[in-house]
């Protein structure tokens, strides 16, 4: 028996896109498999790491933890949709490179999601409102320093630009 397919629209990156997909697939193997957006990575498929988040209308989630089927209709950012649209980086972005805020990269696209709907929220948070907001990612290279100097590099970057 196989299991049914659902259709499914959202709009990813500013585009609307459609995809047929199992009731259970998640939402990390529809960006990744049936979209070909590679950049959300998968860590640890628990919730537990951060590497697989994205922005659903806005909101970081867990992409390993959400079923496609549930976003039908919602709007995804994912880390290929952070950049402008002419592909200069954003400020999060320019600022995790610029700050030295990455290292192997696999953590990346989760805190660079992170980061953008924090100072979204909170365009010039403290040390701890940065270490509190950023808490649910993991990083294994970088000891956080540069991450948390990256954010508020971003910050500064986001304010010169209003």
Not at 6 to 31: F, W
Request: charged residues 20%.
């Amino acid at each position: 028996m196989t299991e049914a397919l659902h259709e499914i629209s959202l709009t990813v990156n500013g585009v609307v896109r459609q995809a047929r997909v199992p009731g259970r697939r998640l939402l990390s193997d529809c960006l990744r498999h049936e979209l070909g957006l590679t950049g959300t990575h998968v860590g640890c498929e628990h919730g537990v790491c951060g590497c697989c988040t994205v922005l659903l209308d806005g909101a970081p989630v867990r992409s390993c933890l959400t079923f496609a089927v549930t976003v039908d209709g919602h709007e995804i950012t994912t880390v290929e949709g952070l950049a402008g649209p002419d592909g200069s980086l954003s400020p999060v972005q320019r600022a995790f490179s610029e700050c030295h805020a990455l290292q192997c990269g696999f953590c990346t696209p989760g805190f660079l999601c992170t980061a953008t709907a924090l100072l979204r929220d909170n365009p010039t948070p403290t040390d701890d409102e940065v270490v509190e907001g950023i808490s649910g990612n993991l990083c294994r290279c970088t000891g956080y320093q540069n991450i948390v100097k990256a954010v508020h590099r971003a910050a500064e970057l986001m304010g010169d630009e209003a």
